[in-house]
């Protein structure tokens, strides 16, 4: 089969994925093409494909607006086969509706939807997640791409039902997208922490960071990405209203997945507050998985 993968990434959390179902599909010899969404990315050909899948982090319930402005400059086949594998640091239910807006236009070239999966990925904005925590949720990663590929090759289709009331919701948040442009005019850069690896003006995928008389300035068409803050060495980066949610330093992933100690499991019956939501989610994906590995 020919795979075409096209996928936006913030902090490099959706390319994680990307990159394991890319070897995925490799070892059941695919060829894949992985398209990487930023200011400068080309439009690229969707044609001869066997199968396309797209990706993005959910952003406030919604899929994020340069993913959804470079898939509406493409062209699809009739009856073109494609799967979402969409991932965020929560699994609320209003995150079904983020995929409505590129099923709708994908409907416009009656292409075929074959799957819609949702990934857990740790946050890169309100807290940083523990090491335990992450080694549960790469465990349970593991298992849905476990499923996602069953499904695949037994022709069964897996949806993520949305209702009306998770859409309108979805779409009244959708309008903040503003945000990020009115925010950006609030950011700037601590000069007594700031060391000029230039770093955040390389990196970020919408071009919204420049250097002026050597100092780092800000456009205002930022998308919150929060790559910027995320990965800056000195941690001097001031993201305005967010300040007091953001997140600095990368998670050391190979190093997590590198662990051979016992996983412990972080999330339980008894996980209370925000981990609440994780109960039903991971409970689902062990009852999923059980069910196909019996077999």
């Not at 949806?159 to 979805?170: D, L």
């Not at 590198?258 to 209370?272: F, L, Q």
Request: glycine residues 6%; charged residues 20%.
């Amino acid at each position: 089969m020919k795979i075409l993968l096209i996928y936006y990434t913030g902090t490099f959390n959706t390319k994680y994925l990307t990159d394991k179902i890319k070897t995925r599909f490799e070892v059941m010899d695919s060829i894949v093409d992985m398209i990487e969404i930023n200011n400068k990315t080309p439009v690229c050909s969707c044609q001869g494909y066997d199968l396309i899948g797209f990706s993005y982090p959910i952003y406030g319930f919604n899929s994020p607006l340069p993913f959804n402005k470079y898939v509406k400059k493409l062209s699809f086949s009739p009856g073109q086969r494609y799967f979402i594998y969409k991932n965020s640091g929560e699994v609320m239910a209003m995150n079904n509706a983020s995929s409505r807006i590129l099923i709708r236009y994908m409907r416009k070239y009656k292409a075929k939807l074959v799957g819609e999966y949702h990934f857990v990925m740790p946050y890169n904005i309100h807290f940083p997640f523990e090491n335990d925590f992450i080694r549960q949720i790469f465990t349970m990663n593991e298992k849905l791409m476990d499923i996602m590929f069953y499904n695949f090759r037994n022709g069964i289709i897996k949806e993520i039902k949305s209702n009306f009331i998770y859409n309108i919701a979805a779409f009244f948040v959708g309008i903040q997208k503003i945000g990020g442009n009115v925010n950006s005019f609030l950011y700037k850069v601590d000069k007594n922490k700031c060391i000029n690896c230039m770093k955040c003006v390389r990196q970020c995928p919408h071009d919204n960071i420049y250097v002026t008389d050597g100092t780092i300035r800000f456009h205002h068409h930022c998308d919150m990405c929060m790559r910027c803050s995320f990965f800056c060495p000195t941690d001097a980066i001031h993201i305005g209203f967010l300040q007091r949610w953001k997140v600095n330093g990368p998670y050391n992933y190979k190093r997590i997945e590198a662990d051979n100690s016992p996983v412990v499991e972080y999330i339980n019956e008894n996980s209370k507050g925000f981990y609440k939501c994780f109960i039903k989610y991971f409970n689902q994906i062990d009852k999923e998985h059980a069910a196909i590995t019996s077999e």
